[in-house]
């Protein structure tokens, strides 16, 4: 069984994976699925802050805890959620604590 694309038929399991990786993609950006780890631009939008907040934040050392993925400059960082509820947690302030 085959689908067919512009490029012509696409053989059943190479569909199937594109269909389940368009879905995974959405799934993820819809926010149906909740990874571990978000990258900064997800940690940000999960904290409720910028992008550059974050960043910022990260180099001066006053950011949530993070996992370099790569020593090089530039390289890919992500935030574990638990880190950043922590984070969030630590600075509340007013109201009455439990």
């Known amino acids: 069984m085959s689908s067919t694309s512009l490029g012509g038929p696409i053989p059943a399991e190479s569909f199937a ?3 389940a990786e368009q879905a ?6 819809r926010g149906v699925i909740s990874p571990e780890f978000l990258d900064t631009s997800s940690a940000a939008t999960y904290l409720g802050m ?3 907040w974050l960043e910022i934040a990260r180099h001066k050392g006053e950011g949530p805890p993070y996992t370099k993925l790569s020593d090089a400059k530039g390289g890919a960082v992500r935030y574990r959620r638990s880190d950043l509820d922590a984070f969030m947690a ?3 302030v007013g109201g009455a604590r439990r």
Do not use: K, N
Not at 24 to 29: D, P
């Open 17 to 19: 994976r594109q269909v």
């Open 24 to 29: 995974l993609a959405e799934f993820l950006r």
């Open 50 to 52: 910028s992008r550059q």
């Open 90 to 92: 630590e600075r509340r």
